[in-house]
Structures are given as structure tokens and as C-alpha cells.
């Protein structure tokens, strides 16, 4: 009796601490949120993003004044400061202090304020287009790797099911009731499994590498942490609607925008520039000892240059940005009608594959499995149901993943909010 409670104990403390060990769930959202936390792309582009949010509020600075400090009548005898009574001597110094400003005419400085408002908004595009990517890309691994796992699970259960058929295949030839050939197919499949298997584990073992590394973490995830996120709901509505606010929403048509509207302001500027600025000086001059004030005003006479090179510069940035918005905007409606299309048939497609694919290749595989412990069953066709089995399998969970998959992209594409 002690020595069955001792074995109890031991049994309850060893389960204990083998799930104390075992690796905690790591769904997909948290995939999702971890990466956006610590991703460097992404931090990178927020890091734009505050440089381009102080450079839009700087912009509309006024230019730098400029002083200008000047004594004349110097010799190399002597200086003085005030004249000499003594009309043979040398006069005194001339000074001169002059501070001169530059004021912007014809709406420069409004000018230079859109072009920086503009910017920040393409640094916030582009975070946007790199949180997206990042979403896309954390999403795939996540659902490559969980595909690899459960096509492992379903080639090592095939394997072992098939093992114990070719051991009663075995048995049977043994005794002379079937042929050598026949063991020789089903070791010939073992063998075609064990390579699938091989292929299967290394997709497995590259894509939790590649997820790791997105994670930034120390070591990749196992595969016991993943796990199977629920269904996605596709959103209901137009189409025509739906790619209106996929348009709206888009970071690569946000970014678009944002350089056609920076080539505007550009263009703006450029002309604004035709206007000459003047500069008013002003300041204090001393000449034979009297004390005056200096004002006056400089004005540049556009005679020549009136900036007609760099309008045409701009003018041409201008029409090309406008034409790469049109060519995204075309661009981004079709993707998101496509992908679209291909979410909703994926849908339909993985709310029935289970019926019209898996079940009937399971009663083909029950039936050449149940003729085959008869002693009735032709090997190549238990051979054949046992792989058209495993291959409807994997297909099936292949769709539901590819719907998945095709969901949230087409969530992302819409702009709403995955990770929370």
C-alpha cells in the first residue's frame, strides 16, 4: 500500500512538473501584437514619423537675420574714435552695426508648412505600409508553420496506420498467403511517406525560424505553442463599396496622396519664388563723430532669373506624382477585388470541403481496409485509398487555411484593426 501511494506521488509530481514545462499557447494575435511592440522595421518608421511630425512644426520658421559689423578709416599710425581738433591728423573711425531681416512675400513660408505637413503624412503612410507588411508576413509564417504541423500529424498518423498494415502484410507472406510483391508496395510507400515527412518537418522547423525572428525572440516557438485561430468573419457588403473604403484606407494610396500633395506644395512654392523677397536693414553708424541711424531696404531685381528652372522641375514632379497616384489607386481596386473574389470562394469552398472531399475518401479507405482484414482487397487500390486519404487531408486543411489566410488580408486591405 506505501509503496503504491510512494508510486501515486511520484506519477502526480511528474505530471506536475511536465506541465509546468510545457510550453505556454501562443495564438495568433499575440504573434500579431508582439511583433508591432518589437518589431526594429517598425520602429524605425515611428522614429520617421516623430522626425517628420517636429520638421512639419518647424517649417513655417522665419529665415536668419543677419548682422553686419564694420569699421572704417583705419591706418596703421593710429585710430581714434572722435576726430582730432588737429586738422593734420588722421580722421576718426567710421562704425557701423546693421541688422538685416529678409521678408518672404508671395506666400513662402504658408508654402513650406504644406510641404512639411505633407511629409509627416507619407512618414505616417509608410508606417502604416510597414505595419501592414509586418501583419501580412506574421500571419503567413504563423499559418505556414501551423499547415506543417498538422500535415506532420496526419503523414506520422498515416505512417504508423500503415505500419501495422505492413506488418499483417508481413504475416501473410510469411505464410504463404500472399506475394513478396505485395509487402514490396507498402514498403515502397513507407518510403514515399518518410520522405514527404522529412520535406514536411523541414518546412515546419523554417518557418518557426522565420516567425521567431519577426518575434525577436531568443529562440523560435515550437509547434505544441501554436495554435488554431478561430474563423473569420468576411465583411458584408458592395464590392464597389468595399474597394471605395479599401481605397480610403490604403497606406500605399495615403502614401500616393501624400507625395502628390508634397509635389503640389512644391510646385507652389517654386512660383512663389518668382516674388523677390526684400531684406530691411537697420542700425546705428558713426561718421566724424556724429552718432545716426541706418534703415533701408534691398530689394533683388528679377531681370534675369525668375526661377523659371525650378518651376519646371516642379511642374514635372507634380504630373508624375499625379499619374503614380491614378496608376496605385487602379492598382490597389483591383487587388482588393481579387482578393475579394478569392475570400469568398475559399469560404464557400472550406465550409464544405469536409463533406464533398474527406468523408468520402475516408469510406474509400474504411472500405480497402475492411476487405483488406478480409483477405479480398487488391493492394494497389488499399494503397491507393490510404494515400487518396491522406492527401484529401491535407488538401482540406490546406483550403480552410488559404480562406483564413485570404480573411485577414482582406481585413488588412479594408483597414480594420486585427491586432488588439
Known sequence: ????????????????TAL??????????RALATVISRSPQRQAAAAVVDGARTAARLAGVWPNPAIEVRAENWTLGSWRWTPSPDPTASAGLDAFLVISQAVELGGKRAARQAIGNAELQSAEAALGQVERTLVLDTAHLY???LRSRESLKALEGNREELDALQRAMGARVREGLAAASDLAKFQAETARLETQTLRTRIELNRSLALLGALLQAPSPLSAGQLVEPPAVTLPAGDAADLTAR???????????????????????LERARRVQDPTVSGGYKRTAGFDTAVLGVTVPI???????????LATGDFRAATHERLGIEARVAAE???TLDAA??????????????????????TAARSAFREGAADILSLVDAERVYLEARREALLVKLDALATALEVRLLLGEEIVR
Open 246 to 268: 479599401a481605397l480610403e484606407r490604403s497606406p500605399e494610396v495615403k502614401a500616393a496622396v501624400a507625395r502628390e500633395a508634397r509635389a503640389t506644395s512644391a510646385l507652389t
Open 20 to 29: 509546468a514545462q510545457a510550453p505556454a499557447p501562443f495564438p495568433l494575435e
Open 344 to 365: 469568398r470562394l475559399l469560404d464557400e469552398r472550406a465550409r464544405r470541403v469536409d463533406d464533398e472531399l474527406l468523408r468520402p475518401a475516408e469510406v474509400v479507405r
Open 1 to 16: 500500500m506505501v509503496r503504491l501511494l510512494v508510486a501515486v506521488i511520484v506519477w502526480m509530481a511528474a505530471g506536475a
Open 336 to 338: 482588393v477585388r481579387a
Open 302 to 312: 528679377p531681370l534675369f532669373d525668375r526661377n523659371q528652372r525650378g518651376i519646371a
Open 143 to 145: 499559418l505556414d508553420a
